[in-house]
């Protein structure tokens, strides 16, 4: 059974671009031989990740997720069971906010700033969604 789960949750200051990066990589090393895939975004401190894949597998990377020091206040927005994944083509993807136009993210919410705490997960999801259709996300396989 595949499953979708998406969360946000606050970097701590000591998350710089080496450190996104070391996650990227060591997700695109490990998510293949679990069958998980997603997307990652990172913008002004907070990360919102989709990932997919076999309900267990899923699951328990999820509670490792949690339980990693370099965030805090992780939320769980969207969970569901699904016929099909909306990103498999991605061991983990991420959203590349330099191509990113802001107006997109003004038509999902009050700011044109990353805030999926104060939207709600479908809203989140949505954003994904488009971010796939206007080729706003890099790091394929």
Known sequence: MLVR???ASRALP???QE?????LRQCKN???????????CYSDGIFLQVLEGGRSAVN???N???????HTQVELMTYSEIGERRFA???MGQVNMARLNRALLLKYS??????????????????FEELVATASIVGQG
Do not use: C, H, K
Request: hydrophobic fraction near 45%.
């Open 5 to 7: 789960l998406m969360y």
């Open 14 to 16: 000591t998350v710089d």
């Open 19 to 23: 450190a996104l990066l070391a996650i």
């Open 30 to 40: 490990r998510n293949p031989e679990q069958g998980i895939t997603g997307v990652l």
């Open 60 to 62: 328990a990377l999820y």
């Open 64 to 70: 490792r997720i949690v339980a990693d020091t370099r």
């Open 89 to 91: 083509g991605w061991s």
């Open 110 to 127: 009050a700011t044109a700033t990353l805030d999926p705490f104060s939207v709600s997960g479908d809203v989140s999801m949505s954003l």
